[in-house]
């Protein structure tokens, strides 16, 4: 039986190239000139540094900018609230891999609405899709494209 996996994955080189092309920004540009600026990545969480919250702003700018130019899809980022402290402000990027549980559940329940002859399983961080057919897998591929649900989607293992 045909069937392929639902998965949610970036490239963590170009991520981590990326963050270091913004690092090199941000210490070239004369607004950010002594303020002590600065991108930190660590697995997959991407911190951000900076004198003020006006200034991480545009640091997130410059990331979403890097990132996309590598070809990381900046739907993946879960950025989380600013934290203030003296001189200091920090921010701190989750960048997402795998599909959760409960977004999974949702991709399930959207693919049964939809009525078509295929099943789904939910296996870890990612979505198996079986049917009898390569028309109806192909289908679910074009639902799953118009669907949101806020995660980059890709399409792999596809199997006849």
């Known amino acids: 039986m045909p069937s392929f996996d639902v998965v949610s994955d970036?490239?963590?080189?170009?991520?981590?190239?990326?963050?270091?092309?913004?690092?090199?920004?941000?210490?070239?540009?004369?607004?950010?000139?002594?303020?002590?600026?600065?991108?930190?990545?660590?697995?997959?969480?991407?911190?951000?540094?900076s004198q003020s919250d006006?200034?991480?702003?545009?640091?997130?700018?410059i990331l979403h900018q890097k990132l996309?130019?590598?070809?990381?899809?900046?739907?993946?980022?879960?950025?989380q609230d600013v934290e203030i402290s003296n001189s200091e402000a920090r921010q701190k990027i989750t960048l997402r891999r795998g599909i959760d549980a409960d977004r999974a559940r949702k991709l399930v329940k959207h693919i049964k609405s939809a009525k078509m002859k295929v099943q789904s399983a939910i296996q870890g961080d990612k979505l198996r899709i079986t049917g009898k057919k390569r028309d109806d897998l192909q289908?679910?591929?074009?639902?799953l494209k118009e669907h949101d649900i806020g995660l980059p989607l890709q399409y792999e293992n596809f199997r006849d």
């Open 10 to 49: 970036f490239d963590s080189h170009e991520a981590k190239n990326a963050v270091d092309q913004a690092n090199r920004e941000v210490t070239t540009r004369f607004d950010f000139k002594g303020t002590g600026s600065k991108y930190e990545i660590e697995e997959n969480l991407i911190t951000m540094i």
């Open 54 to 61: 006006f200034q991480l702003k545009q640091m997130l700018d």
């Open 68 to 79: 996309a130019k590598r070809s990381v899809n900046i739907a993946c980022l879960e950025e």
């Open 139 to 143: 289908a679910v591929i074009a639902l």
